[in-house]
């Protein structure tokens, strides 16, 4: 591969993978939402289950990771196992709804969490059958990729209740107007539609889609907290989905061109400290232990020179806390880490 296409790709991505740091300024897409649907939800209710689904986390690449072979920002086979999983969770989970959290949203408001709906003028209770608008927030890729499209139903319903539900366990919550980011929409292409297939405007999900930010503080208690309260979905056929990177550092990917596999060291280091992180069941102090041990401090703060993109693992943690961890996939390349978890044991359906 072309030193230089890396090196001017490593700068677009850049561009595109900070975005959620000034997206705020800007308007979401103005694109009028498609309206031709397959099937549209009339009714919403919680219905309490004897099991729990499990947790997942997507390491989500860059805008390019929507398509099965890309050059840069993609892994193959991440793509494949985020395939797999969203096959999993529709087939078999056939979940009630989908609570997304992604790297590319966290409120700029102090210790709260907001929640996105599409709508804040439709606040009557009832679900809002209201498409999720997509935000394109990455810059200076080909113009294709500002058409993609991805077609969810937002759930005003379910908003409210993860609203309250987090009011009532001391996170301050609100809603807020807004589409949802390419760190949802993009790794769930490949989860939940075929790649090369023209846009038909029929839903990709037959269930509402809510996505929910990253509480504003990079704390790992509050973030995990944040988990744990989401976490009570789970028994009301909810899925978690959590979407963010294991290794993640972008200004390092011109660096990495001088190393062995053109991958920094770092990125195998702290993917075998996740690796002995989950060989017991997700626990906050786990996650802490990662700041306090000096080596494992090290090679997390060169993973990820800022937090947004490793905050969703441990919101994942929180979700699916005192439950085993599986690793499903992993890769490294250049200054990134692919890994891709499960928190919980998949229910015997």
Same mark, same amino acid.
């Given at each position: 591969?072309?030193?230089?296409?890396?090196?001017?790709?490593?700068?677009?991505?850049?561009?595109?993978?900070?975005?959620?740091?000034?997206?705020?300024?800007?308007?979401?897409?103005?694109?009028?939402?498609?309206?031709?649907?397959?099937?549209?939800?009339?009714?919403?209710?919680?219905?309490?289950?004897?099991?729990?689904?499990?947790?997942?986390?997507?390491?989500?690449?860059?805008?390019?990771?929507?398509?099965?072979?890309? /050059?840069?920002?993609? /892994?193959?086979?991440?793509?494949?196992?985020?395939?797999?999983?969203?096959?999993?969770?529709?087939?078999?989970?056939?979940?009630?709804?989908?609570?997304?959290?992604?790297?590319?949203?966290?409120?700029?408001?102090?210790?709260?969490?907001?929640?996105?709906?599409?709508?804040?003028?439709?606040?009557?209770?009832?679900?809002?059958?209201?498409?999720?608008?997509?935000? =394109?927030?990455?810059?200076?890729?080909?113009? =294709?990729?500002?058409?993609?499209?991805?077609?969810?139903?937002?759930?005003?319903?379910?908003?409210?209740?993860?609203?309250?539900?987090?009011?009532?366990?001391?996170?301050?919550?609100?809603?807020?107007?807004?589409?949802?980011?390419?760190?949802?929409?993009?790794?769930?292409?490949?989860?939940?539609?075929?790649?090369?297939?023209?846009?038909?405007?029929?839903?990709?999900?037959?269930?509402?889609?809510?996505?929910?930010?990253?509480?504003?503080?990079?704390?790992?208690?509050?973030?995990?907290?944040?988990?744990?309260?989401?976490?009570?979905?789970?028994?009301?056929?909810?899925?978690?989905?959590?979407?963010?990177?294991?290794?993640?550092?972008?200004?390092?990917?011109?660096?990495?061109?001088?190393?062995?596999?053109?991958?920094?060291?770092?990125?195998?280091?702290?993917?075998?400290?996740?690796?002995?992180?989950?060989?017991?069941?997700?626990?906050?102090?786990?996650?802490?232990?990662?700041?306090?041990?000096?080596?494992?401090?090290?090679?997390?703060?060169?993973?990820?020179?800022?937090?947004?993109?490793?905050?969703?693992?441990?919101?994942?943690?929180?979700?699916?806390?005192?439950?085993?961890?599986?690793?499903?996939?992993?890769?490294?390349?250049?200054?990134?880490?692919?890994?891709?978890?499960?928190?919980?044991?998949?229910?015997?359906?």
């Amino acid at each position: 591969m072309n030193t230089v296409y890396i090196l001017l790709a490593a700068v677009t991505l850049c561009m595109s993978l900070f975005s959620n740091k000034i997206f705020s300024f800007f308007p979401t897409s103005t694109q009028p939402v498609k309206t031709a649907m397959t099937k549209r939800h009339t009714s919403f209710d919680l219905v309490q289950k004897d099991y729990k689904t499990p947790v997942f986390f997507l390491s989500h690449g860059g805008p390019t990771f929507m398509y099965p072979k890309a /050059d840069f920002g993609g /892994d193959t086979g991440a793509f494949n196992k985020t395939k797999s999983i969203g096959k999993y969770i529709r087939n078999i989970l056939n979940p009630d709804f989908l609570i997304v959290v992604s790297a590319h949203w966290q409120s700029n408001l102090k210790d709260t969490v907001e929640i996105a709906v599409p709508n804040l003028l439709q606040m009557d209770n009832k679900l809002d059958a209201s498409e999720n608008e997509l935000i =394109h927030d990455f810059y200076g890729f080909p113009s =294709h990729m500002y058409k993609e499209q991805f077609h969810s139903l937002s759930c005003m319903d379910l908003a409210n209740t993860i609203k309250q539900t987090l009011t009532e366990n001391g996170i301050k919550a609100k809603l807020t107007q807004r589409g949802i980011d390419h760190g949802v929409w993009v790794p769930f292409k490949p989860a939940f539609t075929e790649p090369n297939v023209a846009d038909s405007g029929n839903l990709d999900v037959p269930f509402p889609l809510v996505q929910v930010s990253l509480a504003g503080s990079d704390d790992f208690d509050i973030q995990f907290k944040l988990g744990q309260v989401l976490g009570n979905f789970r028994d009301k056929n909810g899925v978690i989905v959590c979407s963010g990177m294991s290794v993640h550092n972008l200004g390092d990917i011109g660096a990495s061109m001088q190393y062995p596999k053109q991958v920094v060291p770092y990125a195998f280091g702290f993917n075998e400290v996740l690796r002995n992180l989950f060989k017991k069941p997700s626990e906050l102090q786990s996650f802490k232990t990662i700041l306090t041990n000096e080596e494992s401090r090290k090679l997390y703060l060169k993973s990820h020179p800022s937090a947004e993109h490793f905050l969703p693992l441990v919101v994942a943690g929180g979700a699916g806390e005192k439950e085993e961890v599986e690793e499903l996939y992993n890769n490294e390349t250049f200054s990134l880490g692919w890994g891709i978890y499960r928190f919980g044991d998949e229910p015997k359906l």
